[in-house]
């Protein structure tokens, strides 16, 4: 069996790991500080604030940002059903764009559209999906012209370039997520980046329960607090994290060459971006996915489909009504499939993937 991801840990981190536990010092803590400072310097961003996870980060990063009831978030349908929820938890309201057919990421003319119908629009919350960057001269473009804020949620996308500036490093705010199948991991954990003093203070204060001094509480916060344990992890996988992008990117250059299958289309990257495949997600013709994925079954190689339904179709959304029509995203969804691209796939599986696929008839 090939599995679809497998996260990649090595003595390094069961060492660091040992490390932490016999310090005694295993909440948050100079390790945690640590791992914010050198995520934060490899993104290009002053300010790091680790949390329990990439959903809890969004959380903050919009929280932080004063978004909250009354306030309307663009953001797209086709992507994990987090990046939505965060909007929610804050009580804002989500308005949808469609996405571009070929990078699955958010079109910047759809974008456009949903503004002219709803201009009272005040932020923009874009997802860089399968770790390639969106199109962030466009989307800048629009985000300088019409005064939004951006949060850039970067669960996907570590170390995803657009224009040989990082991914989390265009926005107000980002958001980044280390759960094990993402490009490096701290077991859960996430973090918020920002170069705004105030932003990154406000995130502070919120991720531990709205205080600044011990046991005053200016705001009602939560504990969403790393641990140093997984932060030690973190820092070990920093290290790494170049190398296991540049795996994936031979990969995926492998399958770009090899993979010739008339029913499928390989993905899609911009010029000016340098992708870093936290997925690497082929199109196939919408009538043969579901016997292409038994095929792939029968031949032991893992597969994903992200995503199978918009975020707005999902059954917690019905209730809320904010369906809006996005053709792009409905007929994406029926055509996806990802296959496996993790940093440890040897080259004899990538052949064997190529393989398989390629053999695939319909
Ligand atoms: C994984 C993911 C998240 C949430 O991260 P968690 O650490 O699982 O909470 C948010 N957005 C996207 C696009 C993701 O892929």
């Known amino acids: ?89 804050v009580g804002a309201t989500p308005v949808f764009a469609d996405i571009d057919e ?38 800048m473009k629009i985000v300088k012209a019409k005064g939004l804020l951006l949060i850039e949620d970067c669960a996907q996308s570590h170390g995803a370039l657009w224009n040989g500036k990082k991914a989390g490093s265009f926005g107000d705010v980002s958001a980044f997520s280390f759960y094990p199948t993402k490009n490096m991991t701290t077991t859960e954990g996430g973090m918020v980046l920002t170069s705004d003093e ?48 540049a795996k994936r990117q031979e990969t995926a250059a492998y399958y770009n060459a090899n993979i010739k299958n ?15 495949y936290h997925q690497y997600t082929v199109k196939i013709r919408e009538d043969k996915r579901d016997a292409f994925i038994a095929h792939l079954d029968q031949n032991g190689i893992g597969y994903g489909v992200f995503y199978p339904l918009s975020i707005p179709e999902q059954r917690c959304y019905i209730p809320l009504g904010i369906n809006t029509p996005c053709p792009v995203t409905d007929l994406v969804k029926k055509q996806v499939v990802s296959l496996p691209v993790h940093p440890q796939l040897t080259a004899q599986e990538a052949e064997a993937v190529a393989q398989c696929v390629n053999s695939f008839r319909g």
């Not at 969004?58 to 306030?71: M, N, P, Q, T, Y």
């Not at 008339?262 to 870093?276: D, F, N, R, W």
């Open 102 to 139: 070929s990078t699955f990421n958010l079109s910047p003319k759809a974008i456009e559209k949903a503004l002219e119908q709803h201009p009272d629009i005040k932020a923009l919350l874009i997802v860089h999906l399968f770790g390639q960057p969106c199109d962030m001269d466009a989307i």
């Open 262 to 276: 008339p029913l499928m289309e390989t993905p899609a990257s911009y010029e000016k971006g340098a992708h870093v």
């Open 1 to 89: 069996m090939i599995a679809i991801a497998k996260p990649w840990l090595g003595e390094e981190e069961k060492k660091a790991v040992n490390q932490v536990l016999s310090s005694g010092m295993i909440a948050c803590g100079a390790v945690t500080s640590e791992f914010e400072q050198a995520f934060a310097a490899y993104i290009g961003a002053q300010h790091g604030i680790a949390t329990t996870s990439g959903t809890t980060a969004l959380e903050v990063a919009l929280r932080a940002l004063k978004i909250g009831k009354g306030d309307k978030v663009l953001t797209t349908p086709f992507s994990f059903i987090a990046s939505t929820n965060a909007i929610v938890y």
């Open 198 to 245: 105030t932003i990154a203070k406000k995130a502070r204060m919120l991720i531990n329960h709205g205080m600044q001094v011990r046991y005053y509480h200016d705001e009602i916060g939560y504990n969403y607090r790393m641990t140093n344990m997984a932060a030690a992890i973190g820092l070990c996988q920093l290290k790494k994290l170049d190398s296991f992008n």
